[in-house]
């Protein structure tokens, strides 16, 4: 059974940091590339950013800068580093192994 579980959410203050951690099991986690999508209520989901299996990396616009993905392959875990936070990167954060091993999606809320 594959599993992609998200953990590190929370609430924030404007200005703060926050690491997001993305646990997979039932994989060969290295093989795959992970990306990071965010959804805001009442807003489509959006793109974050990804991380290739060379390590390599990939961010929005609205976050390059500010946030760092990052993986351990010997955990088997992405992380998703944050800072600078804003209160519109106030969303529910998911992250996805390949093209459609989702984990359920934490919430993050960012307050002024």
């Known amino acids: 059974q594959v599993q992609v579980v998200e953990s590190g959410g929370g609430l924030v203050q404007l200005g703060g940091s926050l690491r997001l951690s993305c646990a997979a099991s039932?994989?060969?986690?290295?093989?795959?590339?992970i990306q990071w999508d965010r959804q805001a209520p009442g807003k489509q989901r959006e793109f974050v950013g990804r991380?290739?299996?060379?390590?390599?990396?990939t961010y929005a616009d609205s976050v390059k800068g500010r946030f760092t993905i990052s993986r351990d392959n010997t955990k088997n875990t992405v992380y998703l580093e944050m800072n600078s936070l804003r209160p519109d990167d106030t969303a529910v954060y998911y992250c996805?192994?390949?093209?459609?091993?989702w984990g359920q999606g934490i919430q993050v809320t960012v307050s002024s």
């Open positions: 996805r192994l390949g093209d459609s091993m």
């Open positions: 039932g994989v060969i986690f290295r093989n795959f590339v």
């Open positions: 991380i290739f299996v060379d390590s390599g990396t």
